[in-house]
């Protein structure tokens, strides 16, 4: 987790907002609150200049999307946070994100999982020389 002390963020104390601006959250306790209420999922959510922390892998569902995200730190090869499965009916251990909206975002030790055309999108984000 972030070093509070040391970024302008504040840690996120209510992980069943529908909203949330320029905060960390921990997508393991994200996900763990909304277990608690209820849902399987982590939906109808706004992410404003918000620091998402792992490790964790997101699962990307219908209706999300990212505005001028960042999606961490890559050592140079973006396909290190693209996560692909094997299996046709799900993905066990990704943490499931729908109807979210992700607008100048940043990720810390985050995978991506999602439909084919969502990764190619991540893919492409590689820097060419």
Same mark, same amino acid.
Request: with cysteine.
């Given at each position: 987790?972030?070093n509070?002390?040391? =970024?302008?963020?504040k840690?996120? =104390?209510?992980?069943? $907002?529908? $909203?949330? +601006?320029?905060? %960390?959250? %921990?997508?393991s306790d994200?996900?763990r609150?909304?277990l608690? *209420?209820?849902? =399987?999922f982590?939906? +109808?959510r706004?992410f /404003? *200049?918000?620091?998402l922390? &792992?490790?964790? %892998?997101?699962?990307?569902? &219908?209706g999300?999307?990212? *505005? !001028? /995200? *960042?999606?961490?730190? /890559?050592g140079?090869?973006?396909?290190?946070?693209?996560?692909? /499965?094997?299996? =046709?009916?799900?993905? %066990?251990?990704?943490?499931?994100?729908? +109807?979210c909206?992700?607008? &100048?975002? !940043?990720?810390? $030790?985050t995978?991506? $999982? &999602?439909?084919?055309?969502?990764? @190619? @999108?991540i893919l492409a984000? !590689?820097? @060419?020389?």
């Open positions: 987790m972030a509070l002390e040391q =970024t302008p963020w840690l996120a =104390t209510n992980l069943s $907002a529908k $909203a949330f +601006n320029g905060e %960390v959250i %921990v997508l994200l996900y609150a909304a608690r *209420d209820g849902q =399987t982590i939906e +109808n706004t /404003t *200049d918000c620091r922390e &792992g490790p964790a %892998v997101v699962a990307v569902l &219908g999300v999307s990212f *505005d !001028s /995200t *960042d999606f961490g730190y /890559t140079g090869d973006i396909g290190r946070i693209v996560w692909r /499965t094997a299996s =046709t009916t799900g993905l %066990v251990g990704a943490l499931p994100f729908r +109807n909206a992700f607008k &100048g975002c !940043s990720f810390f $030790a995978g991506f $999982a &999602g439909p084919e055309d969502f990764l @190619q @999108q984000l !590689s820097i @060419q020389p």
